[in-house]
């Protein structure tokens, strides 16, 4: 089968196209035949950042028919459209160690025609949409959902403060909405940010025209400010998140588009009551929860563009240069 590869080091010059075996499904296991992909910021981050000791398949987030099931399978049957889970042996619960086995990353991923994994690793597609759109879901969406309804407890009448335009920025934008909360997104494009106000955003800052956005975030809340904060870019912006804050917001710590490390007013935190809330996808239990959501919702994500499975490296390319709105797609 056709597959996308790292091997021989990080950068995305060692992302190649190679063949690898028609996978077989054992005993509890399903063969998907992947027929799209899409890509996070997370699949950028391990093929420039990281030298797999073996030659690994990146990818978490695809969609694709069952088409060979185990003995003992009985959640899915063959012809069923799902999607491979982030982590695909957490199921429900706390995350553990052997819980928090990725695709893509500690497991071979998605960019790939065909993958075998545990059928209780799966989830069925929201009723009614493609693959292309089931794709946009395993990472991005299921962050956003945990960080604002699981983690954070999003109610009605909140106010929600969303950094950019990329992929977990969109879901969130479009959970809190669905929920009921006002939602602020900040972004450096004019463009982008005229975009989000078209998809219900109540507000909008371009941060890189008003640096200090938190101050900003407070005015357009009366001085109270924000009671979430969807954190993307990390050690270059948390300082602001915590100064956007109400007393008892919450933060939902995602990404980390702009760093690691940064030196942290620890008295904020506590002196705001705030609750930091570390993110990293989310089990199973999390998946089947949002899919209900959208179904009931009729929601559909937003793609920015495609890409053939071959292109992945420009794909790569094009997030990291910043240059997409919503997901974009690898078809397979």
């Not at 407890?153 to 977990?168: F, H, K, N």
């Amino acid at each position: 089968m056709r597959a996308m590869v790292l091997d021989g080091g990080a950068g995305l010059e060692h992302l190649k196209p190679a063949e690898r075996d028609w996978p077989t499904p054992g005993p509890g296991e399903v063969v998907v035949r992947i027929a799209a992909a899409s890509i996070n910021y997370r699949d950028l981050a391990t093929v420039t950042m990281m030298a797999p000791a073996r030659p690994l398949i990146p990818l978490s987030d695809g969609a694709g028919v069952v088409e060979a099931v185990g003995d003992g399978v009985t959640r899915v049957k063959r012809g069923d459209l799902v999607m491979p889970g982030f982590f695909p042996h957490w199921i429900a619960g706390r995350p553990t160690p052997q819980r928090l086995a990725a695709l893509g990353g500690a497991l071979d991923g998605v960019a790939c025609e065909a993958i075998a994994l545990t059928a209780e690793g799966v989830t069925k597609a929201p009723e009614g949409w493609d693959a292309v759109e089931a794709a946009t879901l395993p990472c991005a969406a299921v962050t956003a959902w945990r960080g604002l309804m699981v983690e954070g407890r999003l109610t009605a009448g909140e106010t929600v403060l969303v950094q950019g335009t990329g992929g977990v920025s969109i879901f969130a934008l479009q959970f809190a909405k669905l929920a009921g909360a006002r939602v602020i997104v900040t972004s450096s494009s004019d463009e982008k940010l005229e975009r989000a106000k078209a998809m219900g955003a109540d507000a909008t800052i371009n941060y890189r025209q008003t640096p200090d956005w938190a101050a900003a975030a407070r005015e357009l809340t009366g001085g109270r400010g924000v009671d979430h904060v969807v954190e993307v870019g990390g050690a270059g912006t948390f300082q602001q998140s915590i100064a956007a804050c109400a007393l008892g917001g919450a933060i939902a710590v995602i990404g980390v588009l702009s760093g690691f490390v940064k030196d942290l007013n620890v008295a904020a935190i506590f002196g705001g009551n705030l609750h930091i809330n570390g993110i990293t996808v989310g089990s199973r239990e999390t998946v089947e929860q949002m899919v209900r959501a959208i179904e009931v919702a009729k929601l559909k994500p937003v793609v920015d563009r495609h890409f053939p499975l071959e292109q992945l490296p420009e794909a790569l390319a094009l997030m990291q240069a910043g240059g997409h709105f919503g997901k974009v797609v690898i078809d397979i």
